[in-house]
Antibody, heavy 117, light 108 residues
């Protein structure tokens, strides 16, 4: 069974930075594209960013370009999301997900990011 | 950006009834790359359907997806108690991926 374990969330002040990690196991990590999706409290799902299996290709939601950076370390089976210049509206649970034929087939349990002074 | 509009916002049904959820796209979804997810309170979403009509691994056959182009449907043939949840559609045919706003299926 695929396992995805996010970490790195927490309370951060507006303008601050945070790096989320997603440790993957029980599948061939480098063979799969990965994705970050977030969910603000009481709201719907919002796609954040995706990265190809090799890490060469990355994609971002237009509203986040320039502030967030997705990356991966295939030697460590770990996905990352570097978040800079954080705003109150970035407050959300951040999920990492494994892609299967483009859809998000397996999800982690999520990590909560709270941006507040 | 493709906007997905789900209807209805809330569906009130009884166990054993049929649920029909709609997802309409503002433009054609490339290759019918449309997925459906189920989310229960406090849990991560779960993939039900991908490519509009293919069931994900382990998903019961009471869940079915149909449609193409701009109009897609998720049907739950007979609601089980564990099916009461929020359902989201998502297109992944063109960047940026987008999600619908969700349909809540609640017990009547």
């Amino acid at each position: 069974e695929v396992q995805l374990l996010e970490s790195g969330g927490g309370l951060v002040q507006p303008g601050g930075s945070l790096r989320l990690s997603c440790a993957a196991s029980r599948f061939a990590f480098s063979a799969y594209a990965m994705t970050w999706v977030r969910q603000a409290p009481g709201k719907g799902l919002e796609w954040v960013s995706s990265i190809s299996g090799s890490g060469v290709s990355t994609y971002y939601a237009d509203s986040l370009k320039g502030r967030f950076t997705i990356s991966r370390d295939n030697s460590k089976n770990t996905l990352y999301l570097q978040m800079n210049s954080l705003r109150a509206e970035d407050t959300a649970v951040y999920y990492c997900a494994k892609e299967f034929l483009g859809a998000a087939s397996d999800w982690g349990q999520g990590t909560l990011v709270t941006v507040s002074s | 950006e493709i906007v997905l509009t789900q209807s209805p916002g809330t569906l009130s049904l009884s166990p054993g009834e049929r649920a029909t959820l709609s997802c309409r796209a503002s433009q054609s979804v490339s290759k019918n790359y449309l997925a459906w997810y189920q989310q229960k309170p406090g849990q991560a979403p779960r993939l039900l359907i991908y490519a509009a009509s293919s069931r994900a691994t382990g998903i019961p056959d009471r869940f079915s997806g149909s449609g193409s182009g701009t109009d897609f449907t998720l049907t739950i043939s007979r609601l089980e108690p564990e099916d009461f949840a929020v359902y989201y559609c998502q297109q992944y045919g063109s960047s940026p991926w987008t999600f619908g706003q969700g349909t809540k299926v609640e017990i009547k």
